[in-house]
């Protein structure tokens, strides 16, 4: 049996269907399946959680190789599949939204964790963001997103595609896509085509910034009027045009940059000098 009959099998056996408000698409290839944990670089001494885990079919893989899983998922009537379908003494099922749910305590049990999700696509930022700023004792994070998605994930600085997202992630990892997988691999197929992005998450920033809260600040106030001048959109915001254009000028950058043309380091230099 193969695993799109297996899904299919799983389904009608539970009188289940894909729940849109979930976000639910699952996964039906074997090699995608396995190349997803190739990459994580899952091994027997990781404890891994498995967000949105769904039917189990990246889990029974996790299982085979980490030393831990913990599978967080909201549907309970993919808990209900999930018991039944696994009785390994290396997983723990949690039925809980990973939006609300406190890590720390997953984190001082286990220490350094990895992360491996196929997340809803609606979202995604959401979840990403919160393992990233909540300083969780995290490793990597293993992730299928949209497509769309990865890429802005993954863009360099000076990449037209970029945007708060993609400072704020690399300001706390290194990414990089790892695996395309198209949209006929799932069932229901998605409307779009996805990506696994694996997130090296870093000891330490690669900027040194005075004030995070700020540094972010600066940066959602940029990309959030991207069409206009870093000069327009930081002063027509919070800060007086006087200011912003002091503050660009001490630091060679031209008034008529915008958004996606300033770099983490330049951001990070912008927010220092505001502090100072």
Do not use: H, W
Request: charged share 30%; proline share 3%; glycine share 4%.
């Amino acid at each position: 049996m193969n695993l799109y009959e297996e899904t299919r099998m799983l389904l009608n056996q539970y009188g289940l269907k894909a729940k849109k408000k979930f976000g639910q698409n699952f996964l039906v290839s074997d090699e995608i399946i396995t190349q997803i944990v190739k990459k994580a670089e899952i091994t027997n001494e990781d404890v891994v959680l498995e967000i949105g885990p769904g039917l189990g079919t990246l889990t029974k893989e996790l299982l085979k190789n980490a030393k831990k899983v913990i599978a967080v998922e909201l549907d309970e009537d993919m808990i209900e599949i999930l018991k039944g379908r696994f009785l390994a003494d290396n997983l723990e099922i949690i039925n809980d939204d990973i939006l609300q749910l406190d890590l720390n305590e997953v984190t001082n049990k286990y220490g350094k964790i990895k992360v491996v999700a196929n997340l809803p696509y609606y979202i995604t930022t959401p979840i990403v963001m919160k393992l990233l700023e909540s300083k969780y004792d995290i490793k990597t994070i293993t992730v299928m997103v949209q497509k769309e998605v990865g890429e802005r994930i993954c863009s360099s600085n000076l990449d037209r595609e970029n945007s708060a997202i993609t400072i704020a992630i690399n300001y706390y990892a290194n990414a990089k896509m790892v695996l395309d997988v198209p949209r006929d691999l799932f069932f229901p197929s998605p409307d779009v085509d996805s990506v696994v992005v694996r997130l090296d998450v870093l000891e330490k920033p690669p900027v040194d910034v005075f004030d995070e809260k700020l540094f972010f600040r600066i940066v959602k106030m940029a990309f959030s009027q991207r069409r206009k001048t870093i000069l327009n959109s930081l002063s027509s915001m919070e800060f007086s045009k006087e200011k912003v254009r002091e503050v660009l000028d001490k630091l060679g950058l031209d008034q008529k940059l915008r958004a996606e043309d300033l770099s983490i380091s330049d951001f990070a230099n912008i927010s220092n000098e505001i502090v100072k």
